[in-house]
C-alpha cells in the first residue's frame, strides 16, 4: 500500500480513502482486520494520530530488514573501531552508521568468539532488535523457542543444526526490559580480503539471532570479490 | 566489551569533578561482579521479572545505561516517574534448571529492575 | 498453591522454560492490516497513546485462553480497543458502530 501517491493534505475530511488495502478485488476484511481499520478510522477523525503517520511508519518498517544488521555485521568485521565501539554502545554506532532508533531500545551487541556462544529470546514477548533486522519471523515469538530457549539452549540449536562444542560457553540473552540485543558471528574462515559488500551478503538473520553460525556456511572462491 | 562479571572493569571512572552530590537513587546499588540473589514475590497484573529466574543466585554483569523507569509501573501507563537502574545479570543455566544437561559454563543474561535485586554473600 | 491462585500468580506469556514442543521454523509475510495494526503500534508509542508496555500488560490482561487462540496481530488490535476504551478515548459503541459501518462499506463493493 506504501507505494502509490496519497494526497493527505486534506486532513479533516474524513478517513475512507485513508485506508491503505482492500481494492474492489480483495476477500472481504476479517473480523479483525475490521476492528483495525475501525479502530484507526476513529483515531485519526479525533486527531490523535495524523492520517500519514500509519503509512509513513510502515515505510519505516520496510526499510528495516536483515540486510541492514548484515551491514553492521560486516563493517564490524573489516573495521576494528567500528567494532569496538558497537559494542560499548549498539544503539550509537548503529546510529552513527546511519540507522535510526525509532523507538525507545537500546543495543547491546554480543560478540561470539571461539569460547562464547550467544544466543537471544525474548521469553516474556517478542523483544526484537526491529531498528536493525526488521520484524521478527513467526517462530521466534511462538512458545517452543520462547520456553525452551533459556532451558535447553543446546538441544534448540540442534534443531536449528547447530551444534556448539562442550568446551564452548553458550550464553543466552533474555530481553525483557528496553534493551535489545544482535549477534555478532563469528567471520567465516576463508574469507580474507573479500569486500564488506560480500561479506554481509553471509550474514543472515538466524546468526544475528544466535540459532546458527556461518562457520558452516559452503564458501566458494566466486562468492569472493577481488 | 562488557567486563565478565568474574573480572568487573579494572578502569577507575573518569571523573575530574568530585563536589557534585548526587539525587537519592542516581548512584547505581549495585556493581558489576556483585552476587545478587533475585526477589521472590508475585506481581499481579504485569511483572518482566519471569517465574524461571526468581529465587536464583547470580552475579551482575553491568549496570544498564540510561536509567528507565519500572516496566511494572509502566504497564499501566502513566508515561512518567522516578527512574531506576536496570542491571544485566548472569545466572548460571545449572543454577536454573536441576539436572541442566549441557556445559557447566552455560548461562543466562537477563535485564532485571533494581527493586528485585538482593545482596547475596555468594 | 491452588489453580485459581496460579492463574494470578503467572501470567499467561511468561512460558520461559515450560515444556514445549519442537521448534517449527514457521513465518510469513505479513498481512497488509498485520502491518498496518504493527504500524498503529509503533505510532500509538510516539505519541504515549499506548506506549510500549501498556501493549504487553494490555495482551496479557487478555487472559489465557484470548492468548493461546487468537494470532499475534489479533491479540494487539484486541488490547489497542480495551485501552483506549479505559482512556475514554473511545467508547465501546462507538467502535462497534463503525466496525459494522466498516464491514457494510467492504460487502457493498463485493457481489
Given amino acids: 500500500m506504501s507505494t502509490h501517491p496519497h494526497p493527505h493534505d486534506h486532513s479533516h475530511e474524513v478517513t475512507h480513502d485513508h485506508t491503505p488495502c482492500a481494492d474492489a478485488s480483495e476477500a472481504p476484511p476479517g473480523y479483525y482486520e475490521v476492528m ?43 573495521d576494528p573501531d567500528f567494532r569496538a565501539r558497537l559494542l560499548t554502545n549498539g544503539r550509537k554506532a548503529c546510529e552513527d552508521f546511519g540507522i535510526s532508533f525509532y523507538d525507545d531500545t537500546e ?120 | 566489551m562488557h567486563p565478565s562479571p568474574s573480572e568487573p572493569d579494572p578502569r577507575p571512572p573518569f571523573r575530574p569533578v568530585t563536589s557534585v552530590v548526587l539525587a537519592l537513587g542516581e548512584a547505581p546499588a549495585f556493581r558489576p561482579g556483585d552476587p545478587v540473589r533475585i526477589g521472590v514475590r508475585f506481581p499481579v497484573g504485569h511483572y518482566r521479572v519471569p517465574r524461571y529466574i526468581r529465587g536464583c543466585d547470580g552475579v551482575v554483569e553491568s549496570v544498564i545505561t540510561p536509567m528507565a523507569v519500572n516496566n511494572e509501573i509502566e504497564g499501566f501507563g502513566h508515561n512518567a516517574g522516578s ?28 535485564e532485571v529492575f533494581e527493586t528485585w535485586l538482593e545482596r547475596s554473600s555468594t | ?67 493461546g487462540a487468537l494470532t499475534y496481530y489479533e491479540r494487539w488490535i ?14 465501546p459503541d462507538e467502535l462497534a458502530k463503525r466496525m459494522d459501518e466498516v464491514a457494510a462499506r467492504h460487502s457493498k463493493v463485493l457481489p
Wanted: one cysteine or more; aromatic letters at 6%; glycine letters at 6%.
Fill in chain 1, 36 to 78: 483495525e481499520i475501525a479502530v484507526r478510522e476513529l483515531l485519526i477523525e479525533k486527531q490523535l494520530i495524523g492520517p500519514g503517520e500509519i503509512r509513513r511508519q510502515i515505510e519505516v518498517l520496510d526499510s528495516r530488514s536483515p540486510a541492514l544488521g548484515a551491514k553492521v555485521v560486516a563493517r564490524a568485521w573489516v
Fill in chain 3, 78 to 91: 484486541a488490547t489497542f480497543a480495551v485501552i483506549l476504551f479505559q482512556k475514554r478515548i473511545l467508547a
Fill in chain 2, 83 to 110: 527512574k531506576g537502574h536496570y542491571y544485566r545479570v548472569a545466572i548460571p543455566l545449572t543454577a536454573l534448571w536441576p539436572g541442566y544437561a549441557g556445559s557447566p559454563a552455560d548461562n543466562l543474561r537477563i
Fill in chain 1, 107 to 226: 543495543l547491546i551487541v554480543l560478540e561470539n568468539t571461539e569460547t562464547c556462544h550467544n544466543l537471544i529470546v525474548c521469553t516474556l514477548c517478542s523483544c526484537y532488535p526491529r531498528p536493525v533486522l526488521g520484524l521478527p519471523p513467526d517462530w521466534y515469538k511462538a512458545k517452543p523457542y520462547r520456553a525452551r530457549a533459556v532451558k535447553e539452549p543446546r538441544a534448540v540449536l540442534a534443531e536449528f543444526g547447530t551444534v556448539i562444542p562442550a568446551d564452548v560457553e553458550i550464553r543466552v540473552s533474555d530481553s525483557t526490559a528496553q534493551v535489545r540485543f544482535l549477534v555478532l558471528p563469528r567471520r567465516p574462515a576463508g574469507t580474507d580480503g573479500w569486500s564488506e559488500e560480500a561479506l554481509a551478503a553471509l550474514v543472515t538473520r538466524d546468526a544475528m539471532i544466535g540459532v546458527v553460525t556461518l562457520d558452516s556456511q559452503p564458501l566458494t572462491e566466486s562468492d569472493g570479490e577481488a
Fill in chain 3, 1 to 67: 498453591m491452588n489453580h485459581s491462585e496460579e492463574l494470578l500468580r503467572r501470567l499467561p506469556n511468561d512460558i520461559g522454560g515450560l515444556p514445549a514442543e519442537a521448534i517449527r521454523r514457521t513465518d510469513h509475510p505479513l498481512e497488509p492490516w498485520e502491518k498496518r495494526c504493527h504500524a498503529l503500534a509503533d505510532v500509538l508509542d510516539f505519541h504515549k497513546i499506548i506506549n510500549t508496555e501498556e501493549k504487553r500488560r494490555g495482551v496479557e490482561a487478555l487472559g489465557a485462553e484470548m492468548v
